[in-house]
């Protein structure tokens, strides 16, 4: 059962040697200025990362700001406590005596495909 990782961490003896190695490349003086460049980079990454994070939660707040002022389910229900208002309006007025309307004539439409009927009168 023993795996060999690609990418494993080193131990004491790889790490030795590999810092002696770097100390071979780039000399004594030249690996302080290395680890300054390596630093500034971190904390431009640690603050490029604290800025996009930033930007996420005021996009947040700003949409829950939306969120908020369209809340679709408070329409909903101010809706449904509107229309219950009105309808029990309409029943108070239901108990006054209403007029009846006379129910409109219903129109008779005539087939196309039959002729339509000659009329005498017409001289």
Do not use: C, H, W
Request: a negative charge; proline letters at 7%; zero cysteines.
């Amino acid at each position: 059962m023993n795996q060999v990782l690609l990418f494993g961490m080193p131990g004491g003896g790889e790490l030795f040697i590999i810092v002696l190695v770097i100390i071979m490349l780039f000399g004594s003086k030249k690996i302080p200025e290395l680890a300054r460049g390596l630093g500034k980079g971190m904390r431009e990454i640690k603050n490029a990362t604290n800025d996009i994070q930033r930007e996420i939660r005021e996009g947040s707040r700003e949409i829950n700001a939306v969120k908020d002022v369209t809340n679709v389910e408070k329409q909903v229900k101010d809706m449904i406590v509107n229309d219950k208002a009105e309808k029990q309006e309409e029943n108070t007025k239901q108990d006054e005596p209403v007029e009846e309307k006379e129910s409109p004539k219903p129109i008779q439409r005539s087939n196309p495909y039959t002729t339509p009927p000659k009329n005498e009168e017409i001289s």
